[in-house]
């Protein structure tokens, strides 16, 4: 007996493919399956969160509907997995809230916020919102920097505690003794398969598509989202170490390190998420889990907003528009923090800890040793 009726139906299919296994070259969803005779609801997670969602082992199937084993992987799996994010949360009142509205709540948290800080600007100098404000500190006119430290430094600490939470209750489900350590090899094998999206090719040929003809775009769309990501927190990083440790206050040249990696994240995060929105309305509507639909928009529409008002803020800094629209990128930023542990951000970790497992248990069976 499983917790849930997806886990149910999870327990039945990976019961049928482990006495097919046509699709073990596929991903690592199917050799994991086949290092177990029996699932448990951990066992169930930790393969629907290694799943990349490709589509191939639908499209390859013989069992696939009409056929009346009706098996479907890449959606069952999915549903698995949003319910997963939401099992693991903390505290997880806040995930079911999330899922049905995850849209409106980061909107009416990113919006909220930019009123705050045009509020709190026009209460101490009405005249910093519609001026022309250049140079070293120009941005800590509007609010001084140990103000938004505090509040991003909360919001982020809040945001990290949660995701840590998290992680430790998916580790524990899984099977994994919290507080063990992992093999470096392991590590490092996760962290390659993680950062070249290894498993999103439906075993080499890439994704399928409404047309069911396979390509490469969600990957490189991913990709640039990722990235994006990572180069948008490295120049937050280094902008924070030149404030502190050389008190060069923002903002910045155009050539200097923290706007430079901040405008090629910022493309990364434009042009991304669009792509994997559109890519989102070609799929097959037989692969796509409907109910995190609006969870997963929500998460991409926020990472283009960061974007957006960042590059916006970047070209038209010098101008009276600099206020409102540091109070607004500051206020997406906000929103995606506090909404990142209850949202679609979750599953780039949580599918992380399922590699570094699968790196782990594929190491100590001896196959990857052998291969
Ligand atoms: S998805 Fe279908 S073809 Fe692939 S292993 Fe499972 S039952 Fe076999
Ligand atoms: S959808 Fe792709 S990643 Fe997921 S189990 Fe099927 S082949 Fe593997």
Not at 148 to 177: C, K, N, S
Request: net charge neutral; hydrophobic share 50%.
């Amino acid at each position: 007996m499983h917790g849930t009726r997806i886990l149910e139906e999870a327990d039945r299919l990976m019961t049928v493919c482990n006495s097919c296994r046509y699709c073990e070259g596929l991903c690592a969803v199917f050799p994991a399956m086949e290092m177990r005779r029996a699932f448990s609801d951990g066992d169930l997670n930790y393969l629907a969160n290694l799943c990349h969602g490709c589509g191939a082992c639908y499209t390859d199937c013989q069992f696939s509907p009409p056929h009346q084993f009706n098996v479907n992987v890449p959606k069952t799996l999915a549903v698995a997995r949003a319910e997963s994010y939401a099992a693991y949360a903390w505290p997880r009142a806040f995930a079911g809230a999330f899922a049905r509205n995850g849209l409106i709540i980061s909107l009416i948290a990113a919006l909220s916020m930019a009123v705050f800080i045009l509020g709190f600007a026009a209460f101490n100098d009405r005249q910093i919102l519609l001026g022309v404000q250049t140079g070293p500190g120009a941005f800590y006119k509007l609010m001084p920097h140990n103000s938004m430290a505090t509040l991003f430094g909360a919001a982020f600490l809040y945001a990290m505690v949660a995701l840590v939470m998290g992680v430790r209750a998916f580790w524990r489900d899984i099977g994994e003794p919290v507080g063990s350590r992992t093999d470096a090899r392991s590590l490092w094998q996760a962290m390659r398969d993680a950062g070249e999206l290894h498993y999103l090719d439906g075993g080499g040929v890439g994704c399928v598509n409404e047309d069911e003809r396979p390509n490469d775009r969600r990957k490189i769309f991913h990709h640039l989202t990722f990235y994006g990501f990572a180069l948008c927190f490295a120049a937050t990083c280094i902008a924070t170490l030149y404030h502190y440790l050389l008190a060069r206050e923002a903002p910045y040249a155009w050539w200097d390190l923290p706007v430079v990696l901040g405008t090629l994240g910022g493309f990364g995060l434009l042009v991304g998420p669009a792509g994997l929105l559109t890519e989102k309305w070609k799929r097959d509507p037989a692969l796509v889990d409907k109910q995190s639909f609006g969870m997963d928009v929500a998460f991409l529409a926020m990472l283009f907003l960061t974007g957006l008002t960042g590059m916006a803020l970047l070209l038209w800094r010098e101008t009276p528009a600099m206020g409102p629209l540091l109070a607004l990128h500051l206020g997406v930023v906000f929103a995606l923090f506090i909404t990142m542990p209850y949202g679609k951000f979750v599953h780039g970790i949580y599918r992380f800890a399922a590699l570094v497992r699968y790196a782990r248990e594929r190491r100590m069976t001896g196959h990857w040793a052998a291969e």
